[in-house]
């Protein structure tokens, strides 16, 4: 059985919440297709609001305080993102948007994600597509077609009866896991290897010789 990780960002900002929820949601439907697969997953899930002021900090002086640059290794090296984010005047969160504007802009290229959303009424729905798709369009990422949508009353019972919630939750796991599946895993750079910035077959001598002219 091979192995993946996925990174799961949350942007809620209350605990508990519902966004919290959905996200843990699109990881567990996630890995029970993988398994299907013959995939074994792993998942770092990390709550934007325990990073908000390292965030900001970011943002104020360009560097990454340590607990957040962790974090942010560990997301851009995993194999596929679960994202999730409230919505709040019909877009996306502020703290979602601040954690996407300290990522390097080709970090997440070629990378599988799943993009969920959650609000109080199923008229932001649309908000996945018209805000949130073209952020990971930007970034050169892989946004499967399903996004997951959640209101206040597909938790309450009273939710879509044509398409419930399980239903696409279980619809945007399964294009995830196929895609985690047709890609490549990501293997982690050693960035003690002059391999890593010298170039695949280069050594020092290759670089001291270019340096003299050679």
């Known amino acids: 059985m091979s192995a993946r990780r996925i990174a799961v960002i ?10 919290r929820m959905l996200a843990d949601r699109l990881l567990a439907a ?7 697969r013959d995939i074994e997953a792993t998942a770092d899930v990390f709550e934007l609001r325990d990073y908000a002021h390292d965030i900001t900090n970011n943002l104020l ?17 995993a194999d596929a993102l679960i994202v999730v984010t409230p919505i709040f ?14 990522l390097d802009p080709d970090a997440l290229r070629g990378t599988p994600v799943l993009i969920g959303a959650n609000a109080g009424t ?27 949508f959640a209101a206040s009353s597909d938790w309450g019972g009273s939710g879509d009866d044509v398409a419930p919630l ?4 279980d619809k945007g796991a399964r294009e995830l896991a196929e895609a985690i599946a047709r890609r490549a895993p990501v293997t982690a750079e050693d960035p003690f290897d002059p391999a890593s910035y010298l170039g695949e077959g280069r050594s020092f001598g290759h670089l001291l010789g270019g340096l003299a002219g050679e």
């Open 61 to 77: 002086t360009g560097f990454a305080p340590p607990a957040l640059e962790t974090m942010l290794n560990t997301v851009v090296s």
């Open 10 to 19: 949350s942007a809620g900002l209350s605990n508990p919440s519902s966004t």
């Open 166 to 169: 399980g239903a696409r939750v």
């Open 30 to 36: 996630t890995a029970r297709e993988l398994t299907e």
């Open 122 to 148: 199923a008229r932001h729905s649309l908000a996945i597509d018209y805000a949130i798709r073209p952020l990971f369009a930007y970034l050169h990422a892989d946004a499967v077609s399903t996004g997951v």
């Open 89 to 102: 005047s019909t877009s996306y969160s502020g703290l979602f948007k601040s954690f996407i504007d300290v």
